[in-house]
């Protein structure tokens, strides 16, 4: 009986600590979950409050990116407005240059007299020795870019392209290295054709090579490389035939490009109201050399070193026997006259014009002078572009 007792107070026991850890458990479960939930509310409140600010941050970033854009705007719209403002100062600084010119240091009627009696003396000089009298009778140096005129735009951006000085017909040297030559009866009609549609197409018997053929009188003069050498040919426009050609005083192997902004063109041909000259350099020169050529035999009856430096040179031109050295950089900017040479020493520093371009698009691949008009004909980038000059005289004439 009491075996019965003990164990029923014992079955008893067991049950009710039993259900003291079953609730204890619950208990705790019930505990984390509440931490849980207390947490998700937390970092669901967080996440509403971050996407706030997120909002906003987009919504300012959006207004602070505007505002930039803006003041990009006004910023590029004033770098033009200065650019176009250094363009007219530069301009008013090239006239007033060419109308207040800087005085001598002695007195002009002495400095006349002295260069006088020194070309009177290099003349009998010359005589004596080499038999060269004065080169050039022309007395016009280029004091001003006076206008300028975009005619047209080709594909290529090297070429050339002039005007027969006797007559109206214009002739394109399109690229560096082909055989056909295209002939226009006017500027008007050249800028008014589709590409090459009114043209009259000449085929020449060799391609030419560079940038440096010329047309004077009926003639078109260019440069062809034939094995090591260079020639300069001489091919009549109206009988479609090769008159004449010499081969130039420097080989293939030793020449190089007379302009480094420019470096397909070996010799560079030009006239003017004297004739025909050569623009070129040899291996051992870092200058750009003239030689005066006989329009007629092509023989070279003159040379000098002009002494302008061939490094960022782009072209050249020649009037009145005065060479015109055209300067730029490797990122194209402004193009300048820097070096003038005068085959008779009469042009002096102060005389020198300091001629500066409109800036257009890039590098002149060609620039030729017309001596009856007093125009050049540039090849800017593929824009063919008429520069009108403007003239004075010689002061030591």
């Known amino acids: 009986?009491?075996?019965?007792?003990?164990?029923?107070?014992?079955?008893?026991?067991?049950?009710?600590?039993g259900q003291y850890y079953y609730q204890g458990l619950m208990d705790y479960l019930e505990n984390r979950f509440l931490a849980i939930e207390d947490r998700m509310l937390i970092w669901h409140e967080q996440s509403n409050r971050y996407n706030v600010e997120l909002r906003d941050f987009k919504k300012m970033t959006a207004v602070f990116i505007e505002?930039?854009?803006?003041?990009?705007?006004?910023?590029?719209?004033?770098?033009?407005?200065?650019?176009?403002?250094?363009?007219?100062?530069?301009?008013?600084?090239?006239?007033?240059?060419?109308?207040?010119?800087?005085?001598?240091?002695?007195?002009?009627?002495?400095?006349?007299?002295d260069v006088e009696v020194k070309m009177h003396e290099k003349a009998e000089q010359g005589k004596e020795e080499?038999?060269?009298?004065?080169?050039?009778?022309?007395?016009?140096i280029v004091s001003t870019i006076r206008a300028m005129k975009i005619v047209k735009r080709m594909d290529s951006p090297k070429g050339t392209w002039t005007k027969d000085a006797r007559s109206s017909k214009v002739y394109i040297f399109n690229g560096?290295?082909?055989d056909t030559l295209y002939e226009f009866t006017s500027v008007l009609d050249f800028s008014a054709s589709p590409e090459m549609a009114d043209s009259r197409p000449i085929r020449l018997p060799s391609p030419w090579s560079g940038t440096g053929s010329a047309v004077f009188n009926g003639f078109?003069?260019?440069?062809?490389?034939e094995a090591k050498e260079l020639r300069v040919m001489k091919y009549d426009l109206v009988d479609g035939t090769v008159t004449d050609s010499a081969v130039f005083p420097v080989e293939v192997a030793d020449h190089r490009p007379v302009y480094s902004l420019n470096?397909?063109?070996?010799?560079?041909?030009?006239?003017?109201?004297e004739g025909l000259w050569a623009l070129y350099a040899t291996g051992e020169s870092e200058s750009i050399n003239l030689a005066k050529m006989d329009m007629d035999s092509l023989d070279i009856e003159q040379m000098w070193d002009t002494r302008c430096p061939r490094e960022n040179a782009e072209a050249a031109f020649v009037v009145c026997g005065t060479v015109y050295v055209v300067y730029n950089t490797r990122v194209p900017s402004r193009s300048r006259v820097q070096c003038v040479f005068d085959v008779n020493d009469m042009v002096t520093i102060e005389e020198?014009?300091?001629?500066?371009?409109?800036?257009?698009?890039?590098?002149?691949?060609?620039?030729?002078?017309?001596?009856?008009?007093?125009?050049?004909?540039?090849?800017?980038?593929?824009?063919?572009?008429?520069?009108?000059?403007?003239?004075?005289?010689?002061?030591?004439?």
């Open 130 to 140: 080499d038999g060269y009298s004065r080169v050039s009778d022309c007395v016009d």
């Open 1 to 17: 009986m009491v075996v019965a007792l003990l164990f029923c107070l014992a079955m008893v026991l067991n049950l009710t600590s």
């Open 263 to 273: 470096t397909e063109t070996a010799v560079d041909l030009a006239a003017d109201e």
């Open 176 to 178: 560096t290295a082909e």
């Open 67 to 113: 505002g930039l854009n803006q003041e990009h705007g006004t910023l590029r719209q004033d770098l033009e407005g200065t650019g176009v403002r250094v363009d007219r100062v530069e301009r008013e600084i090239d006239y007033i240059e060419t109308q207040n010119p800087a005085r001598p240091c002695v007195g002009q009627a002495d400095r006349i007299v």
């Open 220 to 225: 078109a003069y260019y440069v062809t490389e």
């Open 352 to 397: 020198a014009p300091l001629l500066y371009f409109p800036r257009r698009y890039g590098a002149h691949a060609s620039l030729k002078y017309n001596p009856q008009e007093k125009y050049l004909y540039g090849w800017d980038d593929g824009y063919q572009i008429i520069y009108k000059l403007s003239m004075k005289k010689k002061l030591l004439v």
